[in-house]
C-alpha cells in the first residue's frame, strides 16, 4: 500500500458513463474496492488494493488502478 494513502476497509466508485452528457438520464457504473487506499492527485484518483497470498515464498503485492477525477461521480469510504 502507498504510504501516504489512507487505507480504507471498502471503497465504493459511481463512475460516469462515456456519453453521459448527451443523455437526459446519465448512467453510471459502481465499482467496489476492498482493503484499499485511495490517494486524489491533479486529476486522477488512484486506488491501491493490498494482494496477499498463501503462498510462503510469494511476498505480498499491491496492485493500482487509477481514475480521471472528471470520471468520478462520487465515492463513499468505510472505515476500518
Keep these: 500500500m502507498s504510504h501516504t494513502a489512507p487505507k480504507f476497509k471498502k471503497i465504493i466508485l459511481i463512475l460516469k458513463e462515456d456519453g453521459w452528457e448527451e443523455q437526459s438520464l446519465p448512467s453510471t457504473i459502481k465499482i467496489i474496492h476492498e482493503d484499499c487506499g485511495m490517494m486524489i492527485t491533479g486529476n486522477y484518483v488512484v486506488i491501491?488494493?493490498?494482494?496477499?497470498?498463501?503462498?510462503?515464498?510469494?511476498?505480498?503485492?499491491?496492485?493500482?488502478?487509477?481514475?480521471?477525477?472528471?470520471?468520478?461521480?462520487?465515492y463513499k469510504l468505510f472505515n476500518n
Design 48 to 74: 491501491t488494493e493490498d494482494h496477499r497470498t498463501n503462498i510462503i515464498d510469494q511476498p505480498p503485492s499491491v496492485m493500482g488502478k487509477v481514475y480521471k477525477l472528471n470520471n468520478v461521480d462520487s
